[in-house]
């Protein structure tokens, strides 16, 4: 049993914040007069300086011996183990076949130390953070924690395509030369998509609006208090759009990898035999682009909870095809997409009686919603926990009912309102028992 322990650089991580304010105020206090001379801080600036070097100091030095002595984790055959606390001790224990993912995050701080944070998901009540190992052994025990769920049960899922659809490279091609991610997002793609995002436009329209009006109205206060909210918000998409830096999709034995970020980076591990639901949106501004992003639910093995990845912040509609495909092989969305809501369902769902598409079949359930913004949901039947029948007074007036499909820890739920009563009924049916067929 090989124990291994925290980077013994953790706290220095963790007291990063403080660190940069301890360089700020010092690099404040500094003052040069007319001759070039550094002028003295005062008394009282220099005493602070030592307070906050001295509150550094023992953060980054006792609270680093006492957080790197006091936590240990270790593997065995069949379970991840971890014992941490110096007043009150805890170990947890997580079994290989319960692990739904491991995601590597390297905060900017972090990196500049070298290090980066592991997170192992296994449910919401049991995960794990590991703050903080050097980024080798971090990559290390990621791909150790994977090995090892894979040994330990977890079957492979084909990634081959038919139709004459993109279908992701095999390991035989990958082999052969440098290994490639099956969608890499540049930075540039994904500063114009925030750009045309539509709720941040929508709120600087509505303050620019605002701030004409209480200019004209001569109220110089409530000016400046909404041209610093203003500031803020602009200053905050801005952020967004230059951290934003790249995102990758890779495929890796029965998984599905996301690599994103600039300054804090991040890499997240999916199993592809857990997903259970999949989101597609495309909001208004992203059409003439052809633009869409994808997020996907994993189920915990054995919870009723889940981790919901943004696969796809932005992609293309071939780079989406290609990650569906990826992830669900059989998966023919539009082939799915074959019926609508009866005449009548438009007095009650003016929206979705009009633009509302739905079907399933033996392995999906999915659906096309949004006048404005396009939605889709997709849904396996092999993670199907229940599928519900729902009629209010008013739509029990128009022969309506609606379903529901729901699963253990969805994206949201996929609901198909104002359906004509036999078709609800046959639906149900079809549906509970698919689902019983094929449930693993």
């Known amino acids: 049993m090989n124990i291994e322990r925290l980077h013994p650089l953790t706290a220095a991580a963790r007291g ?37 070097a001295v509150l550094y100091l023992v953060v980054t030095v006792v609270g680093g011996i006492l957080v790197v002595r006091n936590t240990r984790f270790w593997l065995t055959e069949d379970a991840f183990h971890l014992e941490h606390g110096w007043v009150t001790r805890e170990a947890q224990v997580i079994p290989f076949r319960r692990v739904d993912g491991v995601q590597v995050t390297r905060p900017f701080f972090a990196r500049l130390l070298g290090l980066a944070k592991v997170r192992i998901d296994a449910g919401e009540d049991a995960s794990i953070e590991l703050s903080y190992l050097s980024h080798s052994r971090a990559v290390d025990l990621q791909e150790r924690l994977t090995a090892l769920r894979q040994a330990d049960g977890a079957p492979v899922v084909a990634l081959d395509g038919s139709d004459g659809e993109a279908v992701p490279e095999q390991p035989g091609e990958a082999q052969q030369g440098e290994a490639q991610p099956l969608v890499a997002i540049g930075s540039k793609r994904l500063g114009r998509s925030q750009l045309r995002s539509f709720t941040p436009a929508t709120g600087l329209v509505a303050a620019g609006i605002a701030l004409i009006v209480i200019s004209a109205s001569n109220r110089p206060a409530l000016f400046l208090v909404l041209a610093l909210v203003v500031v803020g918000a602009v200053a905050g998409w801005i952020w967004n759009i230059v951290q934003a830096g790249r995102a990758e999709v890779w495929v890796e034995d029965d998984r599905l990898v996301v690599k994103k970020g600039r300054f804090d980076l ?171 067929k094929v449930r693993p």
């Open 266 to 436: 991040a890499s997240q591990s999916v199993p592809l035999r857990r997903i259970e639901q999949a989101a597609i949106s495309q909001p208004r501004l992203w059409r003439k682009p052809g633009w869409y992003s994808l997020s996907v639910t994993a189920v915990g093995a054995g919870e009723e909870s889940g981790d919901t990845t943004e696969v796809l912040p932005v992609a293309s509609e071939a780079e989406l095809l290609l990650v569906l495909n990826a992830i669900w092989p059989e998966l023919r969305i539009e082939a799915l997409l074959t019926r609508r809501l009866p005449e009548r369902a438009k007095r009650r769902y003016p929206f979705d009686g009009r633009r509302l598409l739905w079907g399933y079949n033996d392995q999906f359930a999915a659906l096309r919603r949004g006048w404005f913004s396009h939605n889709w949901e997709i849904v396996s039947l092999a993670r199907l926990q229940s599928v519900d029948l729902d009629a209010g007074p008013i739509v029990r007036r128009l022969r309506l009912t609606s379903l529901n499909l729901r699963v253990p820890a969805g994206i949201g739920l996929a609901y198909v309102p104002g359906l004509d009563r036999a078709e609800a009924l046959a639906a149900f049916e079809d549906l509970a028992r698919v689902a019983a």
């Open 16 to 52: 990063g914040v403080l660190f940069l304010l301890l360089l700020w105020r010092a690099f404040r206090s500094i003052e040069v007069t007319e001759d070039g001379a550094l002028e003295i801080p005062e008394r009282g600036e220099l005493i602070f300086m030592v307070v906050l």
